[in-house]
C-alpha cells in the first residue's frame, strides 16, 4: 500500500502487473481502476477541481454550489458507498449538516495494510454506524474482491439505504458508442423530472430491461450510452432474483476495456442506472459533464429516508436493509478491469478470486 496524492487529494494505492487501484483518504471512494495496458480508468474523474470534502466551506467555494449535495461533488470521484440513505436528506437533515448519500461518502478513513490490498474504516456519528471495508486483487491481478461490514452501535434496528455508486467517465465513456449487460427484469424510470426539459425518459413508467419508454414515444436501449446532445435520467431495475447473482459490464468497443462488478443478488436487488449527459447547467456541473452511474444497492430510488421508508417496496421488493441493533451485517462483492473482444452477456464469480464470461 502505496500513501500518494491523487488529482490533488490525500490518497492510498495498490497494485497488480495488471491493475492500479487507488482509494481517497476523505470519502473512501475507489477513484481508479486503472487498467495498466491502455492506461485507462473506467471510472468517473470528475471536469472540476477536486478538494477534500472537510475543506468544504460554501462561502469559500461557491464553485461546488452551496446545497446539501455540495461536499459531496466537492470530493466525488468514481466508486463512492451511499449509506446510511441512498439520495438525498430531508430539509431538517440537510440543516442539521447532513450531506446527500449519506455521511460515510464525505467521512475520514483510516486504512491498514494487507497482503494485495488494505482494510479502511470509518464511524459515522449521525448514523450510529462503523463501516469497514477490505479491498484485495486477486487471482491473475485484474479481479478486485470486496468485504463490507456494516456494524450498528446503537441498541434499535436500522433500516438503511446501502448502495455502491459505481460512476463510469470519459475517455472510457462514449456517446452513442459505450455498452453494457445486465441481468435485468422489471424496471422502472425515476417519479418526478429527473432533468427538467433536458430529461428524455418518460417519468414514473414502468418497462422491461433494457427499453426505457421516452417521452416522445419512442424507448432507449439502456445498453448503449445515449448518442442525444444532452440528456439525463434514471431508471431503476430489479436484478433477475432467480439468480444468485447479479452483475453489470460495461465495455468500450473502440479501446475493448472491459469493466465489471459481480454481486450477490439478494444483498443488493436493485440497479439505479444514473444518465448525465451535458444536462446539469448548475455549479459545478454547468452543462459539460458526461458521466453514467451503474448503482446497485438494497434501493431501487435516490430519495431521502422518509420517501425510502413510506416506499416500502417496488414491485413486491424491500426498498432497504434492516441493520439489527447492536449487529453486524456483512456482503462480498468483486470488481474488474480487462479487454474483450466483445461485450459478454453472462458473468460468474466464484466468490473467491476468478471471474469468468
Not at 468514481?78 to 455521511?103: K, Q, W, Y
Not at 463510469?168 to 424496471?187: C, I, K
Request: glycine share 10%; proline share 8%; hydrophobic share 40%.
Amino acid at each position: 500500500m502505496k500513501v500518494t496524492r491523487y488529482r490533488n487529494r490525500r490518497a492510498v494505492q495498490f497494485e497488480s502487473d495488471q491493475v492500479r487501484v487507488t482509494v481517497l483518504a476523505e470519502g473512501g471512494h475507489v477513484a481508479e481502476m486503472l487498467h495498466k495496458a491502455t492506461g485507462i480508468n473506467p471510472l468517473w474523474t470528475p471536469p472540476w477541481p477536486s478538494i477534500e470534502p472537510s475543506e468544504y466551506e460554501p462561502a469559500k467555494h461557491p464553485e461546488y454550489g452551496r446545497t446539501a449535495e455540495s461536499r459531496l461533488l466537492a470530493g466525488i470521484m468514481g466508486h463512492n458507498i451511499c449509506l446510511d440513505i441512498f439520495g438525498g436528506p430531508s430539509r431538517e437533515e440537510a440543516a442539521a449538516g447532513l450531506d446527500v448519500h449519506g455521511e460515510a461518502a464525505t467521512a475520514p478513513y483510516e486504512f491498514e495494510e494487507l497482503d494485495g490490498g488494505l482494510v479502511m474504516r470509518t464511524e459515522l456519528p449521525e448514523a450510529g454506524l462503523r463501516f469497514e471495508r477490505t479491498i484485495r486483487l486477486a487471482g491473475n491481478g485484474w479481479v478486485a474482491q470486496f468485504s463490507e461490514t456494516v456494524e450498528n452501535l446503537r441498541a434499535t434496528d436500522r433500516p438503511v439505504g446501502w448502495t455502491q455508486h459505481v460512476t463510469l467517465g470519459p475517455p472510457f465513456l462514449e456517446n452513442g458508442v459505450t455498452q453494457f449487460r445486465a441481468p435485468g427484469t422489471r424496471s422502472k424510470v425515476y417519479e418526478e423530472e429527473f432533468a427538467g426539459e433536458k430529461g428524455l425518459q418518460k417519468a414514473g413508467a414502468e418497462f422491461v430491461w433494457p427499453q426505457a419508454p421516452l417521452k416522445d414515444g419512442r424507448s432507449d436501449d439502456l445498453q448503449v450510452f445515449t448518442a442525444a446532445p444532452v440528456s439525463g435520467g434514471f431508471t431503476a431495475t430489479l436484478m433477475d432474483p432467480a439468480r444468485a447473482q447479479a452483475f453489470f459490464v460495461a465495455w468500450s468497443p473502440k479501446s475493448k476495456v472491459l469493466i465489471g462488478y459481480v454481486w450477490g443478488q439478494k444483498d443488493y436487488p436493485w440497479l439505479g442506472r444514473w444518465e448525465e449527459n451535458r444536462s446539469r447547467e448548475a455549479p459545478p456541473w454547468n452543462g459539460r459533464t458526461v458521466a453514467l452511474g451503474m448503482e446497485f444497492g438494497v434501493s431501487p430510488m435516490p430519495e431521502t429516508r422518509r420517501q425510502m421508508l413510506e416506499r416500502g417496496r417496488l414491485f413486491g421488493v424491500p426498498g432497504y436493509r434492516w441493520i439489527p441493533a447492536r449487529s453486524k451485517v456483512r456482503v462480498e462483492y468483486c470488481a474488474f478491469v480487462a479487454t474483450a473482444a466483445s461485450i459478454p452477456e453472462e458473468v460468474r464469480w466464484d466468490g473467491a478470486g476468478e471471474v469468468s464470461w
